[in-house]
């Protein structure tokens, strides 16, 4: 597994905050030499660390004004196929996240909606036409918060 | 406000966030000074707040993850405020979000083994103010996470 030093955290945790700045702003703040930068961040991409870069928007203001966490619970499970049930789900436009969960449900989704009534017409029209999809709770989010993690 | 081209922008993008701008620009048909123009407008705007790097933590050692679904003692009056500022201060506590529905707060918690997460529910998670019921739903695995919204 890669052993992070401190400059690595630091340069992770400013990452994680704003991938957007650049080597040179980045290296400046810790000390280091633009190429010097650069090279720790792909050491960093290369181990998976940074698995990904992700844009952040306003959801709101592109009209999307709820998000909905559904629990899943698939019927008649044995007799489905659960790679038919994921790839049908992630093929949802309007489902952001599907994460296989140990527990009192199968599945859990985070699903982006314009409005309640529109949530409704996501939920009736896609969720429930899914094959397997049985008990099923839903719970509006109304806000979140994401936290730097244990780095440092 | 915002076009169908600032749509546009933002679709392409969004599928992609390392591509540089002029190559995005090249993409949207547009001309790399007005692409930038209107990103920075919607920027300005606060529909655009930035690009974030992802980190995997799996990568970094951390094996569990559980999204615990806390329920509060609602008689308590400022149970949602003090429960969320101590959940602040556990370091492993990844997510933090309040709920309408059954559930009040969901906690993403990760640890390096069940070992160390059990430490972390006994001493950090439990020992948390008002608390009034707790479920905990352990993560197997990620299917879709790139959280792209539907523009």
């Known amino acids: 597994m890669i052993e992070?030093?401190?400059?690595?955290?630091?340069?992770?945790?400013?990452?994680?905050?704003?991938?957007?700045?650049?080597?040179?702003?980045?290296?400046?703040?810790?000390?280091?030499?633009?190429?010097?930068?650069?090279?720790?961040?792909?050491?960093?991409?290369?181990?998976?660390?940074i698995q990904a870069?992700?844009?952040?928007?306003?959801?709101?203001?592109?009209?999307?004004?709820?998000?909905?966490?559904?629990?899943?619970?698939?019927?008649?499970?044995?007799q489905i196929s659960l790679e038919d049930f994921e790839r049908a789900v992630s093929a949802i436009p309007e489902v952001q996240t599907v994460e296989h969960v140990l527990g009192l449900y199968d599945y859990r989704l985070r699903v982006v909606a314009r409005d309640l009534a529109d949530f409704e017409r996501v939920l009736r029209r896609r969720i429930m036409a899914l094959p397997g999809a049985g008990d099923l709770e839903a719970n509006v989010l109304l806000s979140e918060e994401r936290r730097p993690g244990p780095i440092g | 406000m915002l076009d169908d081209v600032d749509r546009r922008l933002l679709r392409l993008w969004q599928a992609d966030p390392t591509m540089p701008v002029a190559e995005l620009a090249e993409r949207a048909q547009l001309s790399p000074s007005r692409c930038a123009r209107r990103l920075e407008?919607?920027?300005?705007?606060?529909?655009?707040?930035?690009?974030?790097?992802?980190?995997?933590?799996?990568?970094?050692?951390?094996?569990?993850?559980?999204?615990?679904?806390?329920?509060?003692?609602?008689?308590?009056?400022?149970?949602?405020e003090e429960f969320i500022q101590a959940a602040r201060e556990v370091p492993e506590v990844l997510e933090i979000q309040t709920f309408l529905g059954r559930v009040d707060v969901r906690l993403s918690v990760i640890a390096r083994?069940?070992?160390?997460?059990?430490?972390i529910y006994r001493d950090r998670i439990l020992t948390l103010p008002h608390i009034a019921d707790i479920e905990a739903l352990m993560h197997i695995s990620r299917i879709k996470s790139d959280e792209m919204l539907p523009i």
């Open chain 1, 53 to 78: 870069r992700r844009l952040r928007l306003n959801a709101e203001a592109l009209g999307f004004g709820v998000t909905v966490f559904l629990g899943v619970k698939l019927a008649r499970k044995g």
């Open chain 2, 41 to 80: 407008r919607m920027q300005a705007d606060n529909v655009l707040l930035g690009i974030e790097a992802v980190i995997d933590w799996t990568a970094l050692g951390y094996a569990v993850e559980v999204s615990l679904r806390v329920t509060l003692d609602k008689t308590q009056s400022r149970a949602f």
């Open chain 2, 113 to 119: 083994d069940m070992a160390q997460y059990q430490q």
């Open chain 1, 4 to 49: 992070l030093d401190e400059i690595d955290r630091k340069l992770l945790q400013a990452l994680a905050r704003d991938a957007g700045q650049g080597t040179a702003v980045l290296g400046r703040r810790f000390g280091l030499s633009q190429p010097a930068t650069w090279r720790r961040i792909r050491r960093l991409e290369q181990a998976g660390v």
